[in-house]
């Protein structure tokens, strides 16, 4: 029973990621409230569904600001840039609560604060996405990714519930005031962080986790240049348009009234249920999420949860038996879990830290402006045909374009999420066999081993660890971070032999190399016969054009 249940560990094991773990779960939950509270109070001074659906324009803020959002959080310190966004937005929140209580009544004022505080969102989200992958590491990143996405799921499920219990006992305007104090459980985690500064490639190779190179600059090219990142992986080309496709076309929520009206009697309970019920599926997806996390294949669990949600969908449009229906939209729900949990691994998995911002600023610009979107599409389908054929055919639409990704682009199916350069299981392999190199007196043997578990390649002396290489393996990629080698053998060609090795390694495997520890780029450099293995269009970045050492690195 224990297996199917979420990994705990890295909230155990991590004081910073529970803090951080803690802390969003109350925001976000003050977060929903506010929703809440927002869509009511306009439709109570309006009486008009035009004037509520215009909230929809905040994803133009959304646009706009979440790309340049990214290039600053690939400039600046992210943890500074995230204290003063939720800080700004609890400043924001109580701004709503006091024109709550003085009943101010004005719809312009409402819409501005929406604005404002969807532009905030869009600058600090994507700072906030890079935090668990520097506090956790790799193995744990899709356990970590799990516990998010399940308080994510929590909050999506109680939320309105909690928001709809608070506003008949107190007012909505107790949702507004809860909001603010749910922000400090967010700001105490948040400062208790250390330094994040983006890690450039400098920092990779020579770090500590804290430490950093000369970041970027927030500007347009800076921008420009994260999209390039993106178009230039296949990988993530794949993962964002897979995410995209179940957004667009299987997400019929704008249909739930006229669906329930046409097969399911049109009472507002019924309709409550419909709504509540996707939520069920992913919250019960996400408590029971224990072997996610050892599926390697995640870009293939992310196209089957989504050609699973487009089949549900579509079978959802076709029934005209109420738990038949919920049913259909809790395994959606469920399905959707998952490919959130697999999506969001992958894309903070295969991103180096300096880009992560800004491939963070997509991911949440698709998650936050696909829903408006799906509901657009899926409405006006239904205007032009019916709701049935709208949620039908979005539904297969869904399922056929996920095929099509995985046929078209290869690089979703062939990801694997453990670093094992092809090989299963996870013990240290032998890969080189004993030597006694001059200076030791030929009496001691060597070995290169394949450490998966720790993602290095280790050169071991007489069984002692005397260096290592630690990398990352995806998208026929091995990006070579970091390079150390023990004071007592760094006079004997040990760090040499290891690099040498790692590289002939990845020609045997047809992989391209990603050097971003300096003293790989120096032997590199050193040994132009292995340039070719760093792609062409990536070499001026490594500073690999020069002649001699590109770049000095330590050992």
Same mark, same amino acid.
């Given at each position: 029973m224990i297996a199917i249940l979420p990994d705990f560990g890295p909230a155990r094991r991590n004081a910073a990621f529970r803090r951080l773990l803690v802390g969003g779960l109350l925001s976000t939950l003050g977060s929903s409230m506010t929703s809440f509270a927002i869509v009511l109070q306009i439709w109570e001074l309006s009486r008009s569904s035009l004037d509520v659906g215009l909230l929809g324009l905040t994803f133009v803020p959304v646009l706009v600001v979440g790309l340049l959002g990214? $290039?600053? *959080?690939? &400039?600046?310190?992210?943890?500074?840039? &995230?204290? +003063?966004? $939720? &800080? /700004?937005?609890? !400043? +924001? $929140?109580? *701004?709503? !609560?006091? #024109? *709550?209580?003085? #009943?101010?009544? #004005?719809?312009?004022?409402?819409? !501005?604060?929406a604005m404002v505080q969807a532009t905030l969102q869009a600058t600090g989200a994507p700072a906030r996405r890079t935090f668990v992958p520097r506090l956790v590491p790799p193995e744990q990143l899709t356990a970590a990714i799990a516990l998010n996405t399940l308080t994510g799921r929590i909050v999506m499920l109680f939320g309105p519930l909690l928001a709809g219990v608070i506003t008949a006992a107190w007012g909505l305007r107790t949702c507004y005031a809860i909001d603010v104090v749910s922000f400090v459980a967010s700001l105490y985690a948040t400062a208790r962080l250390p330094a994040m500064r983006p890690q450039t490639p400098e920092a990779a190779g020579a770090r500590g986790p804290g430490r950093a190179g000369a970041a970027v600059r927030p500007s347009l090219r800076a921008t420009a240049e994260g999209l390039r990142f993106i178009r230039h992986r296949p990988l993530l080309v794949a993962a964002f348009l897979t995410d995209l496709d179940a957004m667009l076309l299987g997400l019929p929520v704008a249909l739930f009234p006229a669906l329930n009206a046409a097969h399911f009697g049109g009472s507002p309970q019924t309709l409550g249920l419909l709504n509540a019920a996707p939520g069920v599926g992913g919250l019960v997806s996400a408590v029971l999420s224990g072997p996610a996390r050892r599926v390697s294949r995640q870009g293939r669990g992310m196209l089957a949860g989504t050609m699973i949600w487009g089949a549900a969908i579509a079978c959802f449009g076709l029934t005209r038996s109420l738990p038949l229906a919920l049913a259909m939209l809790a395994v959606a729900g469920a399905a959707d879990t998952l490919t959130v949990m697999y999506r969001s691994s992958m894309v903070q998995t295969v991103t180096p830290d300096e880009f992560r911002g800004r491939v963070s600023s997509v991911e949440y610009i698709i998650g936050t402006g696909g829903a408006p979107l799906g509901n657009v599409e899926s409405g006006t389908v239904a205007t032009l045909t019916t709701p049935a054929i709208s949620a039908v055919s979005g539904g297969v639409g869904c399922f056929v374009v996920a095929a099509l990704i995985a046929g078209t682009i290869p690089a979703l199916t062939r990801y694997r999420a453990t670093p094992d350069l092809g090989r299963s299981g996870s013990e240290p392999v032998t890969i080189l066999g004993t030597a006694g190199p001059a200076g030791l007196g030929g009496a001691m043997e060597l070995q290169v081993v394949d450490n998966q578990d720790r993602a290095r390649f280790e050169i071991l002396a007489d069984g002692e660890i005397a260096g290592f290489v630690e990398y990352h393996l995806s998208d026929g990629e091995i990006a070579l971070l970091h390079a150390e080698t023990d004071r007592r053998f760094r006079d004997h060609g040990i760090a040499g032999r290891l690099v040498q090795f790692t590289l002939d390694s990845a020609r045997e495997?047809?992989? *391209? +190399?990603? =050097?971003? /520890?300096?003293?790989?780029?120096?032997?590199? !450099?050193?040994? =132009?016969?292995? &340039?070719?293995? +760093?792609?062409?269009?990536?070499?001026?970045?490594?500073g690999l054009l020069r002649e001699g050492p590109a770049m000095v690195g330590r050992q």
């Open positions: 990214g $290039s600053v *959080a690939d &400039a600046v310190d992210r943890r500074v840039l &995230a204290l +003063v966004t $939720s &800080a /700004c937005l609890m !400043a +924001v $929140s109580a *701004a709503f !609560a006091v #024109q *709550a209580y003085a #009943q101010f009544r #004005q719809l312009w004022l409402l819409y !501005a604060l495997r047809h992989l *391209a +190399v990603l =050097p971003y /520890c300096p003293f790989v780029r120096r032997w590199i !450099a050193d040994h =132009p016969e292995y &340039a070719d293995l +760093v792609p062409e269009d990536r070499r001026p970045h490594f």
